[in-house]
């Protein structure tokens, strides 16, 4: 006889693992299944090199919210952050350069070489993202109510977002529109003057993202990655000791604590589904595991279309869900380095600050929007915006000494290249990469020792990331809420009675935070007390009972 579990999790990544900790926590024995030989999907720590620990896809940390993080006693399973001091360094073709620092007083200084009017601006910038990424915040880990079929349970859900919008000043209320339907550069032009900062700014908005600074919505995107905390400090992000997998380590350890088994090397290939409920899954070795409940941890395209299938839905959600924009422009190049970079806008290849900092390789919004021009053409960036971190600056653990490790994440990479080919086009176009980064810090080719290229038909193959979104899908406003992953399904169930979702997929989307996780499993949870009860009731109401 086949396995039976109250829940198996479909999907290893951190979200599948948040939801079965507590799950498991809740009393259900539950089962994570990952197709991967190492949890933690898109979150991972991977050893590509003798002597080399590479977070290989995610990179830094700033968004797992800190409820999960003290409820499942994560430091207790090893989770430590290193806070990034610089946040953000950006060198100039002209040999200038710009560095933010933790100390809001440090990077008002640097913002007063390019404008002192924007330097006086900056503090009450940073008050006002506060008290945005604050309202924000409430939404994180809420259920969104169904816009669509009304029910008497959303309407506590409608009622308190009418009432935080009540309680706004005006200048929050204009915020909260402009946050969600303007371009980044528009909503930065009304703060401040100097490229420089603006520019350092925008990055935040179009990372992971169709879009340019221009387009419309990636304000929001920008919101989104400073809603996050490390060590108290707002919009910080940092390195994890170990790399990225240490989170999806500790994750585990709570879960196993709790109970939970987790299996790798375990490809589910198809949710088994009978009369319109998930009943189990069939895995590609042919093993059949059965389960009260199934739980999705895979983007909504790849759970519906790919492991349910077409027939088994209405025909109008599978509409529904074929309409997801899903397309990635991202590519993540992993370096094994011989010593530091130095840029010609601060030189020495000694230690340095900026080396711990976010190194950008993108000098004006123009640049920007021009490399999203291209992407939109299908043709990648000839002059993409380059994302540089070296992890090793803060954990010696990642690599042999002397030696460093480096991540590069670009934008635009799109997905399908027009007249080209990824498979056969990446490692030439990581080469020009790697001659860009050469004009702003010379020698730098010299330094690589081995190199990874991943493009995003790379993510979608190794980490099951459909058109190598690395959100599960786009950030745009009419894909999140109440919207997503589409409307009248945002509550983390499905037309599927018994099957679950709990990806990046759902509210509130993508990063390595944990929320969709931790949602799904309250309402698996409430679902299962419901049931309960009404077997009892069944019970005790037939004869004998």
Not at 289 to 295: D, E, F, L, P
Not at 298 to 320: I, N
Not at 363 to 376: C, H, M, S, T
Not at 501 to 515: E, R
């Amino acid at each position: 006889m086949p396995a039976t579990w109250d829940a198996i999790i479909v999907g290893g990544g951190h979200n599948g693992l948040v939801t079965a900790a507590y799950l498991a926590r809740g009393g259900l024995r539950v089962q994570v299944l990952e197709r991967r030989p190492l949890l933690g999907g898109a979150c991972v720590t991977e050893e590509l090199w003798p002597g080399y620990r590479v977070s290989t896809a995610a990179y830094l940390c700033s968004l797992l919210q800190e409820r999960i993080v003290r409820e499942l006693d994560l430091p207790r399973f090893g989770y430590r952050v290193y806070p990034k001091d610089p946040a953000f360094f950006t060198p100039f073709p002209d040999g200038r350069h710009f560095t933010m620092w933790q100390d809001q007083r440090r990077t008002c200084e640097e913002i007063a070489r390019f404008s002192r009017s924007d330097a006086a601006a900056y503090p009450a910038y940073e008050v006002f993202i506060e008290r945005l990424s604050q309202l924000a915040e409430k939404l994180l880990l809420t259920t969104p109510p169904n816009i669509v079929r009304v029910r008497p349970h959303d309407l506590p859900a409608l009622a308190r977002l009418g009432w935080e919008a009540v309680r706004m000043s005006a200048e929050e209320r204009v915020g909260q529109v402009a946050i969600f339907t303007q371009s980044v550069a528009d909503f930065l032009d009304a703060w401040f003057e100097s490229e420089e900062l603006k520019v350092t700014l925008a990055t935040d908005g179009v990372i992971g993202t169709n879009g340019g600074p221009r387009s419309p919505g990636t304000a929001y995107v920008l919101l989104h990655h400073v809603m996050g905390k490390v060590d108290g400090h707002r919009g910080l992000w940092g390195f994890v000791r170990g790399g990225m997998g240490a989170v999806s380590e500790a994750i585990a350890g709570a879960a196993r604590e709790a109970g939970a088994s987790l299996r790798t090397d375990a490809e589910v290939e198809r949710v088994l589904v009978r009369n319109g409920r998930a009943v189990g899954v069939v895995l590609r070795s042919g093993e059949e595991i059965r389960a009260r409940t199934v739980i999705s941890n895979a983007d909504p395209k790849r759970t519906f279309l790919g492991l349910v299938g077409e027939g088994e839905l209405p025909p109008e959600f599978a509409a529904s869900v074929k309409r997801i924009r899903i397309k990635g422009s991202s590519l993540k190049i992993n370096l094994a380095l011989d010593g530091l970079p130095s840029f010609r806008a601060l030189p020495g290849s000694h230690r340095m600050p900026h080396h711990g900092a976010t190194i950008h390789i993108c000098p004006d919004i123009d640049y920007l929007e021009r490399a999203w021009d291209e992407a939109k053409q299908g043709r990648p960036s000839e002059r993409p915006l380059i994302e540089m971190t070296i992890p090793t600056m803060y954990d010696d653990s990642l690599a042999p000494p002397g030696k460093h490790v480096m991540g590069i994440f670009l934008q635009y990479a799109p997905y399908d290249v027009r007249g080209g080919d990824w498979r056969t086009g990446k490692e030439e176009y990581a080469d020009h990469v790697l001659k860009l980064i050469e004009e702003y810090a010379p020698g730098f080719r010299s330094l690589v020792l081995h190199r990874q290229v991943l493009s995003p038909p790379d993510l979608e193959e190794i980490y099951g990331l459909t058109g190598g979104n690395i959100f599960h899908g786009e950030m745009s406003p009419d894909q999140l809420f109440s919207m997503r992953p589409v409307p009248g399904w945002a509550r983390y169930r499905t037309p599927i009675d018994g099957l679950y979702l709990c990806g990046s997929g759902t509210h509130p989307g993508g990063g390595v935070m944990g929320a969709p996780g931790y949602n799904a499993a309250r309402e698996i949870l409430r679902d299962a007390r419901r049931r309960k009860l009404r077997e009892r009731v069944s019970a005790w109401w037939r004869p004998g009972g």
